[in-house]
Every structure is written in structure tokens, then in C-alpha cells.
DNA sequence: CATGAATGAGCTTTCATTCAT
DNA sequence: CATGAATGAAAGCTCATTCAT
């Protein structure tokens, strides 16, 4: 804003030692904030966390609440960021592509369980602005899952009537594993999780005729 | 310790009274928490809302944590006292009464949106305790689904290898009216919310042989 | 003040009742405030330990202040009364009265040592009127003391320049048993404390010549 | 951990400044204390005397309770720097040194009279370690009475058969003068008690053949 | 007489934010 | 850049006192 993006090596040094402390700072706030709730986690126990003061905080973040939205912002960041590649090693076939997606999705979330409750969790003490950017980012994350699902329609694989619906209900069903893992944890593992949540969706899209093609996703 | 408690015309006229200042204390904190998140609201807003002194909450809640414990735990309860009637009436047919539970479901969340997501933001804020209670309590309130489906594997009807996740996601997916109303809103309405997700939860665990006979309810 | 003290039974019975809830309320707050401190006990604490309504304690004392005075007045007043009993008991001679009343000070205060303390504890809540008041009790109190001690030196038994003074320290010493009772209680019992203190005070103040007469008070 | 903390001189200055605020509040909260009893002081009170905020109370002690007893330490501590200076001053002889010792406390006390008070007030509000200290520190005050009691005995001055019983007398005396100067003050100055204290316990304890030889002492 | 629900001022404590260094 | 001492508004909670019943 102030200054051009020069390639003054000063100034990238700067830009990379600023960038370095904003993730320190980042990363002690989620650590914190993942644990007890963002209003239990006071600015002086964030700079305690990071082991800086508290003024350094207010260089980096306008207050508490830019924050928690930085915080929010970098764990769907992250999640936005691993989903894809899983998928595009998964091959072409729409199927397992959507299959990928969603264990991508559940491994990733599964990583990081308490990051993922935090967006249910906080997102109500954001202001509007902030609340409709991780609206947008939770929207954005889901769209690997969107697209497999459009791919497997144009392919005639999936026979799913509302693809932002079941897009959707995929995402949950992996946030799930976060949000109700107190309740999943008592039956099953994270593979038998992502198994039979796939096989119980893919038996509700696959069209009759693929069924058996696919078997090995739908075997319980 | 001074007289049959049931026998006493002032007594009951006490209790009478007591449970009226509880009610009332419970909706208003309701009311805010749901808007604010319970953090946001304090005692004495709560108390200005339900038009009393500060001191007078504390007659009929131990502080905070319990209000808020109270007032979620009011939330469960009347989604479980509503959810079985509307089941009732749904007949004998194990589909039906599947699909009766989970249109209950969304509709008694649809009424108390926002108190329906308090689960979610709030527990954290509980203690052990507070938090084993509300996990019991969504647990048995999950029961009428998981019932139905037990009922329709018995008869035939369904082929439904883990009850207890088809269960839990059909909770979920009534819960997500709730949680993600930002995003569906945009496309649907609550009915066609929820003839669309019996549809695809139905396609998944109906046995082909009784498709047929449900169409009207997999029709999209 | 209101009404003149009449022979009527009925206005008797309702002092009697009067007096009664007044011990009953001073004996309930007594037992509190000596346990945990005045400032710690509240109304309703009293009332509970009563176990009354918190109202009628407004009727028999005009506040908390009130009380708390009552409360000390009272044990002064024990202790102002069952002291010269002792005395009496003890026969003519001076030296042995004196040795009745320090005796009996320490029995009485052995037996509400809590309460002893309470004077030195809360007389600082009080108001000026109240304070003085305690102070005037407590002179009283000590009078026994003073008295024998003038007998001795009328007597020619005694050589005590200053007799209030004597008077007080004997008085403190009594108290001590109270206020440093976890020290005394170390090293001995009641019975040896008033002996030991009394053998000390008594070499201080015997005329040399009487000391063999009194050999038995003064071993050790 | 970043520096060996007496070498940097802006720590050594930092320390210095935080001593000085320390001692600022502990005066403050004293001051206020000694007049109107610890319960009767609020945090905010205690923030205006000493001219600062609430909030940096809290950077210096852990709460009221540990402010209280920080203030209690405090004067104890004054006591037991103060009379051993005074103690040594008064040469060899264990008669004078005890008359010393005795004087001395007086002294300090007669300074601080409402702080000695504190103690007797105020100990119940402590927690059970806070009151541990104080009674140890009271048992170390008291100490150089003691020492100059046992080395009278040892060298055949004192016939006293419960050093620590005459020990704490003189202790309790000196606190006496505090406790109960509203008595005495109106019959004799600071100097006058001291004195007829001292010669009432010395005519206790000292052996007969010593009485003429510290006759000035006896005298009154 | 007796009750106890109701009040609300006042308490201790926390913590986001600032700013002199 | 970085510090952390200092601020003070605001929170949860208590309890002496009142008064309609």
C-alpha cells in the first residue's frame, strides 16, 4: 500500500521477518484459542504463547477480533489448500475423485479437529464483514466436492438431483467427524468413518448400473 | 420437613410462582444468548431483559454456567418431548415414521434456529459435567430416528449397515438447517430442504426391491 | 418505654417469647460470626443457623450492626457475670480471691475462646457509640480483679504501685489464653497456664514476707 | 533467562521501580487498613491512596488476600529489624538487654499502634498459610525477649521457670500498649508504662539477691 | 408476628488497549 | 521494531435491607 513492491532485498528481508512473526502470532492464538475459546484466551496469554509482548500483537493484527478472524481465515486457508491436491492424484474417474475429496477432507479435519470446531464454534463473535468472508471460504473449500460430484453427473455416473446439496452434506458429514467426535469415536476409526459415510452417499447418487462397478467403495 | 408439599395451597401457589420466574428467566436469557452468544450477554442484560434485579437470578440459577447449562438443556428437552408425538402420528410404516421423525426434526429446528446452534457454540463455555449432560441429552434425542431405523432393518425395509452414523447424520443433516440457513436459505425452502435430504438418505439405505413403493418420497 | 410494665399475663408471656427468639437469634449469630468472622456471615446465614426468616431478625435488631454489637455485649456479659460467683466461692482472703478471679477468667474464657476473641476481632466494626460501650463492659469486667488487688494492699499483702494496671495485665493474661491459644496450647494446659501466670504475677506483687504463706500458689 | 539479571542495568532499574510501586501500594493499603479494617477497604479505595489504577494492584499482588497479608508481613517484619538494633545497643548485661528489648518493642509499637492492631484484627481473613506465617513470624519477633531471658537464667539472674510463658508476657504487654491504649493512655505515658511494666516482671523474675542491684529498674 | 422474594449498590477481578521508553 | 507497565470499563456475584403477603 504505502510502498511499491520493489525487489530492494531490505524490504524483502522485512516482508519475510514480518510474515514469519504473523504466523508465530497465528499460530500460538489458534493453539490457544483451539483449546479453551477465543473469549477465554486473553491478548496477554496469546503474547505469553508466542513469547512476545503484548504491544507486538497490535503491529500485526488491528485488535482481538482481526485476530480471531486470522485465525479462522488460516485454518480454512489450510484446509482449502490440502483438499485439492489429494484429489488431483486420485486420476480422472469422477467417482474416485469425489471418494478422495471426501477422505481428503476428513484426514485434513481430522489433523486439526479442534480448528475445525473453532469456525462453528467463534465465528459468532466475527462483525458481519468477518462472518461473511469465512461464509465465502467455507463455500470455496467445498468446491472440490462439487465439482467431482458435476463431473460424475456429466458422466452419467451420479444421478444427484441437487449437487450444492450433496456437495454440502459431504462437507458437513466430514466437519462432523470433528464436531460429534465425542459420539464416533466410541464405534469407529477415521478409515471406517470415511468408509461408510462414502458408501451410504454413494449408494444414495451412484446410478443403479454403476453399482457394482464401484463396489469396493460401497463393501461395509 | 413441615408438611406434605403436595397438600399445601400456598405451597403449590409458591412453586407455581417460582416455576413461572424460572421460565422467564430462562426465555429472556435465551433470547439474548442466541442473538449474542452467551459471552456477549451479561447478567446484567439478562436480568434488564427479563425485567428483574441482578440478585434475583441468582435465586433460581447457581450463576452463569448454570443459566446457560439451563438454558440449553430447555432447548433439548423441547425438541424431545416434540420430535416422538409428531412420530406417533405418522402410523405403523417404519419409512413413514423415518421420515415423519426427520421432517419433525427440521421443522422444531426451523422454529428455534438460532437456539438449535447454541449447542454448538456454547458447550465449550460448560463444564464436565454440563457438557456429559448435553451429550446424553442430543444422544437420546437422536433415539426416534435411530428406533425407526431399527425398525425398518427388522422389516426388510432398509439396508442400513451402521444405524447408529445413519442415525446421527440424519440428526446432523436436520441440525445443518440450522447451522448452514446462510447457505441453503439461497436455494431452498425448508420443505424442499427436507423431502430433498429424505430423498438422498432414503436412496441409500431403501433395498432396491422397495423403491417402487416409496417413489413419492424419493421423487425430487 | 411504650407501655408501662403491667401485671398483665399476656404482655408477660410475649416478653418471655421475645426473650427467648432474641438468645435464639444472638446464640445463632454468635456461633457464626465467632467461626468465620462477622463480615463473613450474612443475614441469611443467620437466619438459616436460626433457622428463621431473615426478616424477623430486622424485628429484633435494627441491622447488622446491631447485632454484631449484641453479640459482643453478650459474651462480655457472660463473662461479667460468672466471674464474681467464683470470687465469693474463694472465702475472705484476698490473695486467694485474687487468685479465684484470674482463675475463673481463664475458665470462662477456655470455654468460649472463640468468642473471647471475637471482641478484639470486630470491635473495629462497630460504631463509636458501640465501641465505647464494649470498652465500658470490659472495664467492668475487670473490676473483680481490681477489687481483690485493693483488698491485698489494704491488707498490707500486696506491694502494687498501680493497681489498674496489675488489674489489666492479669485481665490480658486471661484473654491470651484465647487470643494466643495456638502458641500456649503447645506447651501446656489450662490448669498449668493459670498456675505458671498466676505464680509469676503474684512473685511481682507479694509483699516478701507473705511469700512462704502462699507457697502452694507460687510453686511451680 | 536472557541475561544474568544483576548485571543488565535497565532490569536493575526496572526492579527498582517495581520495589518502589510495591512498597507505594503496601503503604497505601496499610494506611487505610490500620483505620478502617481490612473488609471495610475496597480495591478501589486502596488504588486511589496510592494515586494508581485497580488494575495494577493486581501486577503486584495476587488479590486482596494477598495484599492483606503482604501488609501484615510487613509490619512484623518492621518489628523484627527494629528491636534486635536495640537489643545490641543496650551492652551486655541480660537485665538491660531484656529492659532493652522491652522498651524497644513498646517503641515500635507506640509507632505503629494501629498496625500492631492489624494483626489481632485482621489474621482470620488469611487463608490457613497466610496465618502460619504470621504466627511464625510472631514467634521470631518475640525472640530476643527470649534470648535475654535465657541468658539471665544462665547466668543466675532470673529465676523463671517458664522462659517462654515471661517471654510472651512481654510480648503480649507490648502489644498491650496498642491493643488497649484507649486504657492506659488515661492514666500514663508511653515512658511510664514501660517502666512499670518492666519493674512489675522484674520483680517476677529477677532473684531476690539481684533486686537492689537493678534497684533504678524496680523503681517506680 | 413471621415470611422470603426482590432489590441494587458495591465488591473483587479481568483484560483489551495504549503509549512512553 | 519491540516492550510491558499502566489504564479503567465492565464483568460476575453477594448480601443488607425492604415490604407485600
Redesign the interface.
Known amino acids: 500500500m504505502t510502498s511499491a513492491p520493489t525487489r530492494d532485498p531490505a524490504d524483502a528481508a522485512k516482508r519475510a521477518r514480518a510474515e514469519h512473526r504473523s504466523t508465530q502470532l497465528l499460530e500460538a492464538a489458534a493453539r490457544l484459542m483451539e483449546r479453551d475459546?477465543s473469549?477465554a484466551v486473553s491478548m496477554q496469554a496469546v503474547a505469553a504463547e508466542a513469547g512476545v509482548s503484548v504491544g507486538l500483537i497490535y503491529r500485526y493484527f488491528g485488535g482481538k477480533d482481526d485476530l480471531l478472524l486470522a485465525v479462522i481465515v488460516g485454518v480454512l486457508d489450510s484446509f482449502a489448500t490440502q483438499v485439492p491436491a489429494a484429489v488431483e492424484a486420485a486420476g480422472e474417474d469422477p467417482v474416485h475423485r469425489l471418494a478422495a475429496a471426501f477422505r481428503s477432507f476428513c484426514e485434513v479435519i481430522d489433523e486439526r479437529r479442534h480448528a475445525a470446531v473453532l469456525t462453528?464454534?467463534e465465528t459468532?463473535?466475527l462483525d458481519e464483514a468477518g462472518r461473511a468472508r469465512i461464509?465465502e471460504l467455507e463455500?470455496q473449500t467445498s468446491e472440490p466436492l462439487r465439482q467431482a460430484l458435476r463431473d460424475g453427473v456429466d458422466a452419467g455416473l451420479f444421478d444427484a438431483?441437487?449437487i450444492?446439496?450433496?456437495a454440502?452434506?459431504l462437507l458437513?458429514?466430514a466437519h462432523?467427524w470433528a464436531?460429534?467426535h465425542?459420539?464416533?469415536e466410541r464405534?469407529?476409526s477415521l478409515d471406517t468413518y470415511v468408509q461408510?459415510?462414502l458408501?451410504?452417499?454413494l449408494?444414495?447418487?451412484l446410478v443403479?448400473g454403476q453399482r457394482k462397478a464401484y463396489a469396493e467403495l460401497l463393501a461395509?
Do not use: E, T
Request: charged share 25%.
Open positions: 475459546g473469549h462453528y464454534r459468532k463473535s461464509m463455500v438431483p441437487d450444492d446439496l450433496a454440502y452434506d458437513l458429514l462432523a464436531l460429534k465425542w459420539y464416533f464405534s469407529q461408510r459415510q458408501a451410504l452417499i449408494k444414495a447418487i443403479p461395509h
